[in-house]
């Protein structure tokens, strides 16, 4: 089935750009979605389709696609944004969701 | 405005059973699939299944195939998810999550607050 690739850690320090990779095999043709998971909270989609946002999250939070990476941008790093983030796709040859192993997102 | 309240979190002794409940409310429950989600300590999210809002249908991750039984209560706005044969491994939050967007390309985009099940002799 269809496999997502995420690095276990990222870290920033505080105002600068944090990236997340997500790889997958022909990512580009999918739509992929991203979620922030803090501890004792449930998931929060911040991207979906790409690069789209949904109300409430902060501009800070960018998508982007091709080829065979999608990349989660966070800039201006806050304190707040350190959490594990989480890419996901629907695999249609399968009909279900694939989400990528996670990354922790460490502000220094 | 949409919720999903999930059911409060269970202790169960291994091999038996555990029912998860997750009450949606501000929308019909007719109109979008749920997902259920999980993840162990220290382990990432881990697909379980969905359950169609059309006509019931399910999809359960191999893994769990014999294990688990999604059901919605449409008089109740509730979606179920039964896990069986309970293992140390089953030891998890789960979470239920509601599909949106196209069809084959759905995301999540309200969550429960997950419910805490823990596998213990």
């Known amino acids: 089935s269809y496999v997502l690739t995420q690095p276990p850690s990222v870290s920033v320090p505080p105002g600068q750009t944090a990236r997340i990779p997500c790889g997958g095999n022909n990512i580009g043709s999918k739509s992929v979605h991203w979620y922030q998971l803090k501890p004792g909270q449930a998931p929060v989609v911040v991207v979906y389709d790409d690069s789209d946002r949904p109300s409430g999250i902060p501009e800070r939070f960018s998508g982007s696609n091709s080829g065979s990476t999608a990349t989660l941008t966070i800039s201006r790093v806050e304190a707040g944004d350190e959490a594990d983030y989480y890419c996901q796709v629907w695999d249609s040859s399968s009909d279900h969701p694939v989400f990528g192993g996670g990354t922790k997102l460490t502000v220094l | 405005q949409v919720q999903l309240v999930q059911s409060g979190p269970e202790v169960k002794k291994p091999g038996a059973s555990v029912k998860v409940s997750c009450k949606a409310s501000?929308?019909?429950?007719?109109?979008?699939?749920v997902t259920w989600v999980r993840q162990a300590p220290g382990q990432g999210l881990e697909w379980m299944g969905w359950?169609?809002?059309?006509?019931?249908?399910?999809n359960y991750a191999q893994k769990l195939q014999g294990r688990v039984t999604m059901t919605t209560d449409t008089s109740t706005s509730t979606t179920y998810m039964e896990l069986r044969s309970l293992r140390s491994d089953d030891t998890a939050f789960y979470y239920c999550?509601?599909?949106?967007?196209?069809?084959?390309?759905?995301?999540?985009?309200?969550w429960g607050q997950g419910t805490l099940v823990t596998v213990s002799s």
């Open positions: 501000g929308y019909s429950i007719s109109t979008y699939g």
């Open positions: 359950i169609s809002s059309h006509n019931a249908n399910t």
């Open positions: 999550a509601r599909h949106q967007g196209d069809y084959g390309d759905y995301y999540f985009d309200y």
